[in-house]
């Protein structure tokens, strides 16, 4: 099976594709973390490399992390029984008062597709449901995004929250968003902030001391 193929139907965004060619290349005995690791990742990378460069855009990522997310779909019991250790896990969830979703989702296909298990809490999450998720998962990274300015100093209240449950640098923090900027991330004392969904991989995997991904477009 060449996974160069699946690769570039991640690429494309051809979800029916990905998952046709993982079935495939399953039934020719591929194992699941080779899939993952050799073409499911890599296409991801490419993808956010053009989303980089310029060459993609959002429409264009969304169709890809929907094409990951149909073969993790597919890979995902394998992956459970072979004990799979995925890149990092991260809670994420849009903050209390705001409804926006799709941003966040963005973000947490983009980190799913890069490896990492995402525990996704959806829009409107109060700070102590972030804290109960982080202390149930283990995670050691928490996304929080807010679209709405009216709703910033819930994501302030929420870091706060997170900083006082846990020891220092126990849970590092990343946020995003549209009224979200660097200077206000510093302020209310989150560890980083991602400008999209590719720059919030790139920053997941630095604050979880994780080795950079190329950037140069394959």
């Known amino acids: 099976m060449d996974l160069t193929l699946i690769k570039q139907r991640v690429v494309e965004g051809d979800a029916k594709g990905t998952a046709a060619g993982i079935r495939d290349a399953l039934g020719e005995n591929v194992p699941a ?27 264009e990522l969304l169709l890809a992390a929907r094409a990951m997310s149909a073969a993790v779909e597919v890979l995902r019991p394998l992956l459970v029984k072979s004990g799979y250790q995925p890149a990092g896990k991260v809670v994420m969830g849009t903050v209390h008062g705001d409804l926006h979703d799709i941003g966040k989702k963005l973000v947490s296909l983009m980190l799913e597709g890069s490896g990492f298990e995402v525990v996704d809490l959806g829009s409107d999450v109060a700070p102590e449901r972030f804290v109960e998720a982080v202390k149930e998962s283990g995670a050691k990274l928490v996304g929080l995004s807010a679209l709405l300015t009216t709703t910033l100093p819930a994501m302030e209240a929420t870091v706060r929250a997170l900083h006082e449950s846990a020891p220092a640098g126990a849970v590092r923090i990343m946020v995003g968003g549209a009224p979200v900027t660097d200077a206000f991330a510093q302020r209310i004392g989150a560890d980083g902030y991602g400008p999209d969904a590719a720059a919030a991989v790139t920053l997941a995997r630095r604050l979880l001391g994780l080795p950079a991904r190329s950037s140069a477009p394959a």
């Open 33 to 59: 973390q080779t899939l993952l690791k050799e073409a499911l990742i890599p296409g991801m990378e490419e993808v956010g490399n053009r989303f980089a460069c310029g060459e993609y855009f959002v429409p």
